[in-house]
């Protein structure tokens, strides 16, 4: 924030782009997870994102709060989403691989694997 910028966490995965799950992201949000072993964020797969329509409601959920760059964390098929999404609304993203599939190419070690 000290940039101007403001963080926002996007529960539920691809759903949650959809269903406008998205906060605000602050201290009391991420304040003593270390401990906790699943991820705060939730992750869905997620069908309805493969349709124009849902990933067109996605891509305004975004502009509302003005979010132009999304941090994505997942494996293949979540890439390939934002890949689209990127096609069809220029959406910029960086992917970070946490998979137990480890089908990332490129990838010998990921988050996820143990």
Excluded at 29 to 34: L, M, P, T, Y
Excluded at 37 to 46: F, P
Aim: proline share 2%; charged share 25%; with cysteine.
């Amino acid at each position: 924030m000290e940039l101007g910028k403001r963080p926002y966490l996007i529960y539920d995965g691809l759903e949650g782009l959809i269903d406008n799950n998205i906060q605000l992201a602050t201290h009391s949000n991420v304040s003593g997870i270390v401990h906790k072993g699943d991820t705060i964020l939730r992750s869905s797969r997620s069908k309805r994102f493969f349709e124009y329509d849902y990933r067109k409601k996605a891509y305004e959920n975004l502009q509302a709060l003005e979010i132009e760059k999304i941090v994505v964390l997942g494996g293949d098929r979540l890439f390939r989403a934002f890949g689209q999404f990127y096609e069809d609304f220029g959406i910029n993203f960086v992917g970070i691989p946490t998979t137990i599939d480890n089908d990332i190419f490129g990838t010998d070690y990921c988050l996820g694997i143990a």
